[in-house]
């Protein structure tokens, strides 16, 4: 792994929802590369407990703790990543929330919190880093997507809008800004094993449908995002911008 992705070793890289799931995961494989990895998130003893494992392996590693449905947060986590490290080079935008009701149950409130958070928080922080990969000649970001970008499913009728909304955004984004040598790409996973989808996993009848739609017959575990993400951050991918790479186990092939 250090031979293909060696050129991220002493990067900044900015993660949001870093601090658990799919983002500690991230986090913990940009750490051994040797990358300076800031992890955001609103939760302070998951954040300090993620900082110290990221220290083992990245002494340059921090958290910030902060609440990123606040608009201007994303400004001043961006800044002080920059101010610390003299760049943000890049940014994974991994902070999510999914409300699961029939689309008949739907509140407003419940639309607004899943896409200020997951599509218009993630355009802001990508706005906000932007601003400093554009003065630095140049960064990558990743935003984490999901497969409900390019599939429906039942009880997700926000979550789904927020994610394909943000699969068009980045390509938006990729063609606004490949002047300034800034790649956009997203990375859609598929139904991972984490804090935030345990409860569904002890469903028998969820579970049965999850055997029958990903072909290797389980669901991922978070360090599969990782190589998607290494991948899109590194040199290797140099070429690459305004894509989307599906790692959902083959969900969306059929």
């Not at 899943?114 to 990969?133: E, I, P, W, Y």
């Amino acid at each position: 792994m250090n031979n293909h992705f060696g050129d991220l070793e002493g990067k900044s890289v900015l993660i949001t929802g870093g601090s658990k799931g799919i983002g500690r995961s991230i986090a913990l494989a940009f750490a051994v590369l040797g990358a300076n990895v800031t992890i955001v998130g609103r939760n302070l003893d998951a954040l300090e407990s993620t900082r110290k494992e990221l220290l083992v392996k990245s002494p340059g590693s921090s958290a910030i703790q902060a609440d990123l449905s606040d608009i201007k947060e994303t400004r001043r986590v961006a800044d002080m990543t920059a101010e610390r490290y003299g760049s943000i080079d890049v940014l994974v935008n991994n902070a999510g929330i999914n409300i699961a009701k029939p689309a008949f149950e739907v509140t407003e409130k419940d639309w607004d919190t899943v896409l200020d958070l997951n599509l218009k928080t993630a355009f802001f922080m990508c706005q906000s880093a932007g601003r400093h990969m554009q003065r630095k000649g140049g960064g990558k970001i990743i935003n984490i997507a999901s497969q409900m970008a390019f599939v429906g499913y039942y009880n997700r009728a926000a979550y789904c809008s927020s994610k394909g909304g943000l699969v068009q955004l980045t390509k938006a984004l990729a063609v606004e800004w490949a002047p300034h040598k800034i790649n956009v790409n997203a990375v859609a996973p598929t139904f991972v094993e984490t804090e935030m989808t345990s409860g569904m996993m002890e469903d028998p009848a969820f579970m049965e449908e999850i055997r029958r739609r990903i072909l290797f017959g389980h669901p991922s575990k978070p360090e599969d995002v990782n190589g998607a993400v290494l991948f899109l951050a590194s040199s290797m991918s140099s070429f690459v911008t305004g894509d989307t790479i599906k790692v959902d186990g083959g969900w969306t092939a059929i």
